[in-house]
């Protein structure tokens, strides 16, 4: 979605993108079984039918109750799907709709849904906040897509054969070997956050300055190949490269290499989506924890990008001064510009998409895997909770690490330059990998 300015057009992309998670969501889990939907994959993660019936239940609180003033379908459930209530380990012994009334329950909160959008003035103009712009209706697409990534991830932990499968993308581009290691992001004061995005969240406003000095930034994601260049130089076994907490945590869990990764005969083979294959070397690493991403940065002399140095190599534009919406300009990402939207189960090899390159060069800072910056999870100046304080302010703090950029887990609709992603510095079961940075100064550079 661009910016468009009247209600019509709001409405149509509203649908357009419900209709697209709602697609994604039934792929998903039309091609696992009754009794991989209820079982619990991980520990770390819900059964796919808690999301199923979650996502439903979130739909028939904010659009049609809220936005509505509907009854709605089954407020009784609020409780039971109420994300806060119950952590993920403990919603298998939940008295959860079963896989058929789950599917009930969405069919029928959708078909309200768009009685209600059918309804309901979308133009900026109107006075309740949640429904100018179509606000709810894009929060609400957001959320869902949310959970088609997490429901993904369920299924890369998932044990047995594979269960999804998507065409591989297109194989690195001519120029993708030659290009420069690093490219130079020029210092001066930039954009960060937005307060017009229609869609854009609480956490990604409002919009102000940072003055943000020069720095390099990889020209592309961190690599399988160069990643395995720390394992084997036993990275994993060395506390100078880990922060102290990192080192801890190393320790406790036993890392050796990324998640899904293992040594067999000499060589290094990953799994995913229930194949085993060696590690591909022109990859993205992918299923790193931030401690993992801060020790490789520490061992090559670089160091993680802080969140407004990544926000700024993906949208200022040195020519004009301003922010773009993506690191392109402002279009619609395009299969030419990121590897979004579960199009492919897999990043692209570092290099590709160079239609989606930024005005600095750098590649892939939109899709392919999520990207872990150094910084903690803040609020911006002048930040306002909305629509209700659990959405992002409760998880403010040192806690949470912030990750950009989106993944190929991700659909286009969170696919902006602005949008926030943050989880524990542990986690390595979400799509993410990283990149590194380095003082202009010459601190920080091999
Ligand atoms: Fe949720």
């Not at 049609?64 to 298998?92: I, K, S």
């Not at 290009?179 to 990604?204: K, Y």
């Not at 130089?233 to 945590?249: I, L, M, N, T």
């Amino acid at each position: 979605m661009t910016t468009p300015d009247n209600g019509t057009t709001l409405s149509a992309a509203a649908r357009a993108a419900l209709e697209t998670a709602r697609r994604r969501t039934l792929r998903l889990t039309d091609q696992v079984t009754d009794d991989d939907l209820v079982a619990q994959h991980s520990r770390l993660m819900s059964p796919l039918v808690w999301d199923l019936a979650h996502i439903a239940n979130q739909e028939d609180l904010w659009l049609v109750r809220t936005a509505g003033r509907r009854p709605g379908l089954r407020p009784d459930l609020d409780p039971l799907y109420d994300a806060f209530q119950h952590p993920r380990a403990d919603r298998p012994a939940l008295p959860l709709l079963g896989p058929a009334a789950a599917r009930a329950y969405l069919t029928a909160v959708r078909a309200a849904t768009f009685e209600v959008l059918a309804g309901t003035d979308t133009s900026p103009d109107n006075p309740d906040p949640l429904l100018a712009n179509g606000f709810v209706f894009g929060m609400l697409a957001q959320h869902e897509q949310q959970h088609d990534e997490t429901m993904l991830a369920t299924l890369q932990l998932r044990e047995g054969p594979p269960v999804v499968q998507a065409p591989a993308p297109p194989p690195a581009p001519a120029d993708a070997a030659t290009l420069p290691r690093e490219v130079l992001v020029p210092g001066g004061p930039f954009t960060m956050g937005t307060s017009t995005d229609p869609w854009a969240l609480d956490n990604e406003r409002p919009h102000h300055t940072v003055d943000v000095p020069a720095f390099w930034l990889d020209t592309v994601p961190v690599s399988n190949a160069a990643y395995q260049a720390f394992v084997d130089d036993g990275g994993y076994r060395e506390p100078r490269w880990w922060a102290p907490e990192g080192w801890r945590h190393v320790r406790k869990a036993g890392l050796r290499a990324p998640l899904f990764w293992r040594r067999e005969g000499g060589r290094w083979l990953r799994r995913r989506f229930g194949v085993t294959e060696a590690v591909p070397p022109d990859e993205p690493v992918l299923h790193v924890c931030w401690y993992e991403a801060d020790a490789y940065a520490r061992w090559a002399g670089r160091r993680l990008p802080t969140e407004a140095e990544w926000e700024k190599a993906a949208r200022h534009d040195p020519a004009t001064g301003r922010s773009r919406r993506h690191p392109w300009g402002d279009a619609e990402p395009g299969p030419e510009h990121a590897n979004l939207g579960q199009r492919h189960l897999q990043p692209a090899p570092v290099g590709s998409f160079p239609a989606g390159a930024a005005p600095s060069g750098a590649r892939q800072l939109i899709g392919d895997v999520w990207e872990w910056t150094a910084s903690d999870f803040d609020p911006y100046p002048g930040f306002t909770a909305f629509p209700y304080k659990e959405y992002s302010e409760v998880f403010f703090g040192p806690d949470y690490k912030v990750l950009r950029g989106g993944a190929f887990s991700v659909d286009p609709v969170a696919g902006r330059s602005t949008f926030r992603n943050w989880d524990y510095p542990i986690r390595r079961q979400i799509f993410a990998g990283f990149r590194t940075a380095g003082n202009a100064a010459g601190e920080g550079r091999d």
